[in-house]
């Protein structure tokens, strides 16, 4: 992931050992305003408490926190000079809740890929099994792509592998523990010109998902190319892309469910269903 020419990656550290990163112009006012209150505590205070609100995805959430928790930043590049840090930045503006903002501020959109997730006997079972079921494939709402529901002992497969990573995944997202509800588990086959469009998580039940997942696999050797992953910055109207992924064959991309994403077109020049892209894909759903 590539930080923007004239960003500054800002990592808050709050009690209790949380964090959250944002990607800030150097000169937005949020930045100073982060560093004030940071420079109150060493200087010993007296002012009370303020709370920051921090809008997140596109303005759906805020990011609501007191200026007493705010225990530290981290900032890349390094924050050094007059210049950057102003001597009067004790006396730099202050957003309360009820305050606007500046340019609301956007997140990096995390992601985790993980290679060779399955042992290569299991990966050769799996796609058998995919290539003896294609009857029973079925088509799905994007174009080109077929789905199969009853994947048969693979369900199980993945979902006791996925349960087992969620503690790390979770860590790694920053999104805090939860109760564990289902893991979705869906076989989908992508030919021809599949492709999907940007899913920003509106649906329905998008609510219960909390983490999203892409196994990716196909038969040997490959007859496709395209069809990368691009995930987008949450935070921003539009956004832009936080990262493109290049599936890689036995590979599984994990991503929080609340970023958009979209797949790019995949091209197979032949058409046989032996010949598509092969994918388990689902989420971690919270507990109702």
């Known amino acids: 992931m590539v930080r923007n020419e004239g960003e500054v990656s800002v990592t808050l550290l709050l009690n209790g050992g949380h964090s959250r990163t944002l990607y800030l112009a150097r000169k937005d006012p949020l930045l100073n305003s982060l560093i004030s209150s940071i420079g109150e505590k060493s200087y010993g205070g007296g002012r009370p408490a303020r709370p920051f609100n921090i809008r997140l995805d596109q303005g759906r959430r805020s990011f609501i926190f007191s200026s007493t928790d705010l225990v530290g930043l981290v900032t890349d590049p390094p924050i050094s000079g007059d210049a950057e840090v102003p001597s009067a930045a004790m006396n730099l503006p202050r957003y309360a809740v009820a305050d606007p903002q500046p340019e609301a501020p956007y997140e990096k959109s995390p992601y985790l890929v993980l290679e060779n997730f399955v042992d290569e006997t299991q990966l050769a079972e799996l796609v058998r099994f995919t290539l003896a079921s294609e009857r029973s ?5 994007d174009g080109n792509v077929l789905a199969l529901r009853d994947l048969g002992r693979f369900s199980g497969l993945f979902r006791d592998r996925i349960r087992s990573l969620v503690p790390q995944l979770t860590t ?3 999104i805090g523990d939860f109760a564990i509800g289902d893991v ?3 076989l989908s086959a992508e030919n021809d010109g599949a492709a999907s469009e940007r899913d920003d998580e509106e649906e329905a039940d998008a609510a219960d998902r909390a ?3 892409a196994f990716y696999f196909h038969g040997e050797p490959k007859r496709f190319s395209g069809g990368a992953f691009r995930l987008y910055n949450a935070g ?3 956004g832009t892309a ?3 992924i290049e599936p890689r ?3 599984i991309l994990f991503f929080p469910s609340e970023c958009p994403h979209e797949v790019l077109p995949l091209r197979c020049p032949s058409g046989r269903f032996a010949d598509s892209r092969f994918a388990v894909i689902g989420s971690v759903r919270r507990a109702g």
Do not use: K, T
């Open 236 to 238: 921003l109207v539009g």
């Open 172 to 174: 790694a997202f920053g």
């Open 184 to 186: 979705d588990c869906v």
């Open 137 to 141: 494939f079925a088509a799905a709402s």
């Open 242 to 244: 936080a990262a493109e």
């Open 249 to 251: 064959n036995n590979s």
């Open 211 to 213: 983490i999203s997942y």
